[in-house]
């Protein structure tokens, strides 16, 4: 480890505190439907919208339309992504001339792209024409992440509000929210990321003769344009099979470091959001520090890890941390610093191959999208996940005292703790259930690509990944088979929706309560008390779940390295 | 609930236009007008012809030249193609070794190189990278200490002083950004055109 690792982690810290209140403002006034700076470009295809679409948008909707329109929304955009990739050797823009994509693995990928997931169970250079790229995989990338943020809009309007039946309307925040907030920081982005050295075109893939002769076929494509939205949607999904790690996804030390801060602008500015609306900024802080003691500590260890190395190939000769799976430009800070934003958030880009990462490494992107991804999180997702945890929390709490519980204003009753618990217990019972089910299918065994223990961790971080809607991968997992694509479609989809759909009966729920003024009974939101008590209940409620399936995964395989222990297959 | 159906086409069709061809078809126009070169690929000719790109890396294996890392990218199998054979640094189909720590078969690879380059070059220690695959097995750079490792070898085959090669690979060493961000590192394939320069005048 070295100072200028720790300057690095330290200023990426910095950063994210200073934009949150920027952000946070602008997108509580979009969502507010005041007039910004970009409004005189944007109000007239706005309105011509809600023309077309029969949308009045002073009308809101109750919880449960809203939810509905939400499903509908995801039902025609499944349509358009399976129908692309299936007919793309028809379609223009394929120069390379990609065939038709095999059902199951559109199906996977279908689900994984509306889910916000974005697994790929492909290499995208080898497998996607240009036009699936950009109108199927793009396009979904900003969907799914507008999605996340409005439903987040509805639950913190659900705590903001008191005693309405209505929670907005879900036509007006996805218009909203991709026109005035994603489309107009993509666009300097993406430009941005071209000037860095990322590839913009849609010329066919380059020939070129290396200096010792051999024949070098070079993918290019729109890569920069879906990359912006990647990262800053917090989906992940690369336009290469090597993801971030690809020089011309990520070429420099610059664009990796925009990249990372990327990923966790909108999920940290909606913690301010969360504060703005209900009417104290610091609300908002607070749950910002819940999530800044989670990732710092999961920011420590995992450098730590990786800077210390493998041990067996330490025996070797080598020093200066584990390289295996990392480029030199990034190093191992990096690195180690992507690998904890990336499933911290739930965006699953990946610039190194977790994979390869040493087992303790390996094992904190694993426990962050374990924790549900509430550590900032996906757009969205990450803010109502984290509101679930401080359900449970206040609930707690009230247990302590002998107090119906109240957070902001609102009482915290039975259905809102039953709703919580509904949803943070889907997870594991989907991650767990599935990896048990693959341990005694044959195939699903062989299709591992390491032996001993780090096989059942590829496995479990599959499922882990895909039901966390996260997308990240210990990649030698051979998963394109029909198990895993619809194993895993099945988790992606019960981890997106069923979290969903209880999180907006809260919304609904919350809205129509009244709101109760702080007495001298309230417990206090904003102190260190309550984050520490919140970092707890997760920490619990994680470790309970999830913590022996990591010591048969990553923990023993640290102790039988320590022991000297190697695998071999067969 | 019906009444859903409409804003739902309307909504998913304008939106889908917008930010799947609107959009990257706009940042396509704009990139290759204000930066072509990077938009392109960021492409090196050499008398006319392509000769790879500064931002991907390639196999370089004779002695006159500095090599790049290991690289773990794969092809199809020309005879199954249900199988793929080992084709370094594929930039048609990257990606990583993917080998877990406690895999033995990383532990052999690893030693096997260890001991080819302490015969190379006994005087030094074998830089890490060298011996390690990258994440996108099409890893451009290398470590500074790498490349100086590979002086005496390249210095003899091209018949150069090696005062003369250490000073070519200490011009091509690419700094921190802002003295903080990434590592130092030095492109392979660009330090090596600076060498066939060096060998031609």
């Given at each position: 480890?070295?100072?200028?690792?720790?300057?690095?982690?330290?200023?990426?810290?910095?950063?994210?505190?200073?934009?949150?209140?920027?952000?946070?403002?602008?997108?509580?006034?979009?969502?507010?439907g005041?007039?910004?700076?970009?409004?005189?470009?944007?109000?007239?295809?706005e309105?011509?919208?809600?023309?077309?679409?029969?949308?009045?948008?002073?009308?809101?909707?109750?919880?449960?339309t809203?939810?509905?329109?939400?499903?509908?929304?995801?039902?025609?955009?499944?349509?358009?992504l399976?129908?692309l990739?299936?007919?793309?050797?028809?379609?223009?823009?394929?120069?390379?001339?990609?065939?038709?994509?095999?059902?199951?693995?559109?199906?996977?990928?279908?689900?994984?792209?509306?889910?916000?997931?974005?697994?790929q169970?492909?290499?995208?250079?080898?497998?996607?024409s240009?036009?699936v790229?950009?109108?199927?995989?793009?396009?979904?990338n900003?969907?799914?992440?507008?999605?996340?943020?409005?439903?987040?809009?509805?639950?913190?309007?659900?705590?903001a509000?008191?005693?309405?039946?209505?929670?907005?309307?879900?036509?007006?925040?996805?218009?909203?929210?991709?026109?005035?907030?994603?489309?107009?920081?993509?666009?300097?982005?993406?430009?941005f990321?071209?000037?860095?050295?990322?590839?913009?075109?849609?010329?066919?893939?380059?020939?070129?003769?290396?200096?010792?002769?051999?024949?070098?076929?070079?993918?290019?494509?729109?890569?920069?344009?879906?990359?912006?939205?990647?990262?800053?949607?917090?989906?992940?999904?690369?336009?290469?099979n090597?993801?971030?790690?690809?020089?011309?996804e990520?070429?420099?030390?610059?664009?990796?470091?925009?990249?990372?801060?990327?990923?966790?602008?909108?999920?940290?500015?909606?913690?301010?959001?969360?504060?703005?609306m209900?009417?104290?900024?610091?609300?908002?802080?607070?749950?910002?520090?819940?999530?800044?003691?989670?990732?710092?500590?999961?920011?420590?260890?995992?450098?730590?890890?990786?800077?210390?190395?493998?041990?067996?190939?330490?025996?070797?000769?080598?020093?200066?941390?584990?390289?295996?799976?990392?480029?030199?430009?990034?190093?191992?800070?990096?690195?180690?610093?992507?690998?904890?934003?990336?499933?911290?958030?739930?965006?699953?880009?990946?610039?190194?191959?977790?994979?390869?990462?040493?087992?303790?490494?390996?094992?904190?992107?694993?426990?962050?999208?374990?924790?549900?991804?509430?550590?900032?999180?996906?757009?969205?997702?990450?803010?109502y996940?984290?509101?679930?945890?401080?359900?449970?929390?206040?609930?707690?709490?009230?247990?302590?005292?002998?107090?119906?519980p109240?957070?902001?204003?609102?009482?915290?009753?039975?259905?809102?703790?039953?709703?919580?618990?509904?949803?943070?217990?889907?997870?594991?019972?989907?991650?767990?259930?599935?990896?048990?089910?693959?341990?005694?299918?044959?195939?699903?065994?062989?299709?591992?690509?390491?032996?001993?223990?780090?096989?059942?961790?590829?496995?479990?971080?599959?499922?882990?990944?895909?039901?966390?809607n996260?997308?990240?991968?210990?990649?030698?997992?051979?998963?394109?088979?029909?198990?895993?694509?619809?194993?895993?479609?099945?988790?992606?989809?019960?981890?997106?929706?069923?979290?969903?759909?209880p999180?907006?009966?809260?919304?609904?729920?919350?809205?129509?309560?009244?709101?109760?003024?702080?007495?001298?009974?309230?417990?206090?939101?904003?102190?260190g008390?309550?984050?520490?008590?919140?970092?707890?209940?997760?920490?619990?409620?994680?470790?309970?779940?999830?913590?022996?399936?990591?010591?048969?995964?990553?923990?023993?395989?640290q102790?039988s390295?320590?022991?000297?222990?190697?695998?071999?297959?067969? | 609930m019906?009444?859903?159906?409409?804003?739902?086409?309307?909504?998913?069709?304008?939106?889908?236009?917008?930010?799947?061809?609107?959009?990257?078809?706009?940042?396509?126009?704009?990139?290759?007008?204000?930066?072509?070169?990077?938009?392109?690929?960021?492409?090196?000719?050499?008398?006319?012809?392509?000769?790879?790109?500064?931002?991907?890396?390639q196999?370089?294996?004779?002695?006159?030249?500095?090599?790049?890392?290991?690289?773990?990218?794969?092809?199809?199998?020309?005879?199954?193609?249900?199988?793929?054979?080992?084709?370094?640094?594929?930039?048609?189909?990257?990606?990583?070794?993917?080998?877990?720590?406690?895999?033995?078969?990383?532990?052999?690879?690893?030693?096997?190189?260890?001991?080819?380059?302490?015969?190379?070059?006994?005087?030094a220690?074998?830089?890490?990278?060298?011996?390690?695959?990258s994440?996108?097995g099409?890893?451009?750079?290398?470590?500074?200490?790498?490349?100086?490792?590979?002086?005496?070898?390249?210095?003899?085959?091209?018949?150069?002083?090696?005062?003369?090669?250490?000073?070519?690979?200490?011009d091509?060493?690419?700094?921190r950004?802002?003295?903080?961000?990434?590592?130092?590192?030095?492109?392979?394939?660009?330090?090596?055109?600076?060498?066939?320069?060096?060998?031609?005048?």
């Open positions: 480890m070295t100072i200028i690792g720790w300057v690095q982690i330290l200023l990426f810290c910095v950063i994210i505190i200073a934009i949150t209140p920027i952000l946070g403002a602008y997108m509580t006034r979009v969502f507010s005041e007039r910004t700076l970009l409004s005189p470009i944007l109000r007239p295809i309105v011509a919208i809600y023309k077309v679409a029969g949308v009045n948008e002073q009308s809101e909707q109750h919880a449960v809203y939810t509905v329109g939400m499903l509908l929304f995801h039902v025609g955009g499944f349509l358009i399976y129908a990739m299936r007919w793309q050797q028809w379609l223009p823009f394929n120069p390379t001339e990609q065939s038709a994509v095999a059902p199951d693995l559109s199906f996977n990928t279908s689900v994984s792209f509306i889910t916000n997931t974005n697994w169970n492909y290499g995208g250079e080898s497998t996607m240009y036009l790229q950009m109108l199927g995989l793009t396009h979904q900003y969907l799914s992440a507008a999605t996340g943020i409005a439903l987040a809009m509805a639950l913190i309007r659900g705590f509000r008191h005693s309405v039946r209505t929670v907005g309307n879900f036509w007006v925040d996805m218009t909203r929210c991709t026109l005035y907030i994603l489309i107009p920081i993509c666009m300097p982005y993406a430009l990321l071209v000037w860095q050295g990322i590839p913009q075109t849609l010329g066919p893939y380059v020939d070129a003769t290396t200096l010792e002769g051999a024949k070098q076929t070079i993918a290019i494509g729109p890569v920069a344009s879906q990359i912006a939205i990647k990262m800053l949607g917090t989906n992940g999904g690369g336009f290469f090597a993801n971030a790690a690809h020089p011309f990520n070429p420099t030390a610059l664009s990796n470091y925009v990249q990372m801060i990327s990923i966790f602008a909108l999920g940290a500015a909606l913690t301010n959001v969360f504060g703005r209900v009417g104290n900024q610091r609300q908002g802080w607070a749950i910002l520090s819940v999530m800044g003691v989670l990732f710092i500590t999961g920011v420590s260890f995992c450098y730590w890890a990786e800077a210390h190395g493998n041990d067996a190939l330490n025996a070797l000769g080598l020093t200066g941390g584990n390289m295996e799976g990392k480029e030199v430009r990034f190093g191992i800070i990096g690195s180690a610093l992507f690998a904890v934003i990336t499933t911290a958030a739930s965006c699953g880009a990946v610039n190194a191959m977790h994979d390869s990462f040493t087992a303790l490494g390996g094992m904190i992107p694993l426990i962050n999208i374990q924790l549900g991804e509430v550590i900032v999180g996906g757009v969205g997702a990450g803010m996940g984290m509101l679930l945890f401080v359900i449970i929390s206040i609930f707690v709490a009230g247990l302590m005292v002998g107090r119906t109240e957070y902001v204003g609102k009482k915290i009753e039975a259905k809102e703790v039953k709703m919580a618990m509904l949803a943070i217990l889907i997870l594991p019972l989907m991650y767990l259930g599935w990896t048990a089910i693959a341990m005694l299918v044959p195939s699903a065994v062989s299709a591992m690509g390491n032996p001993g223990p780090h096989g059942f961790t590829e496995v479990l971080y599959a499922y882990v990944s895909q039901d966390g996260n997308g990240s991968a210990f990649a030698g997992l051979s998963a394109n088979t029909l198990f895993y694509n619809v194993s895993g479609a099945v988790a992606m989809f019960v981890g997106r929706f069923w979290m969903i759909i999180t907006m009966a809260i919304a609904g729920s919350l809205a129509a309560k009244k709101t109760v003024p702080a007495s001298a009974g309230t417990f206090p939101t904003t102190g008390l309550f984050v520490g008590l919140v970092v707890g209940v997760i920490v619990i409620v994680g470790g309970l779940t999830f913590f022996p399936a990591l010591a048969l995964g990553p923990i023993v395989e102790l390295i320590n022991a000297g222990t190697l695998f071999s297959a067969n | 019906l009444r859903e159906i409409r804003p739902a086409i309307v909504v998913l069709v304008m939106l889908t236009v917008i930010t799947g061809l609107v959009y990257p078809l706009a940042m396509t126009g704009i990139a290759q007008v204000i930066f072509p070169y990077q938009a392109k690929g960021s492409l090196i000719e050499r008398d006319g012809k392509v000769v790879g790109s500064a931002l991907i890396g196999e370089f294996d004779s002695d006159k030249y500095f090599h790049g890392r290991p690289s773990a990218t794969t092809a199809p199998d020309p005879k199954d193609p249900n199988k793929t054979v080992a084709a370094p640094y594929n930039a048609a189909n990257s990606g990583g070794s993917n080998l877990g720590p406690s895999n033995k078969a990383l532990i052999d690879r690893v030693q096997g190189d260890v001991d080819r380059l302490k015969k190379e070059n006994p005087s220690n074998v830089p890490t990278d060298l011996v390690t695959t994440a996108s099409l890893d451009p750079d290398i470590s500074p200490e790498a490349a100086y490792f590979q002086v005496p070898r390249v210095a003899k085959a091209r018949n150069l002083a090696e005062n003369q090669l250490r000073q070519l690979v200490s091509h060493i690419g700094a950004f802002l003295g903080l961000l990434g590592e130092p590192r030095v492109n392979v394939l660009l330090l090596n055109l600076a060498l066939d320069r060096l060998s031609a005048g």
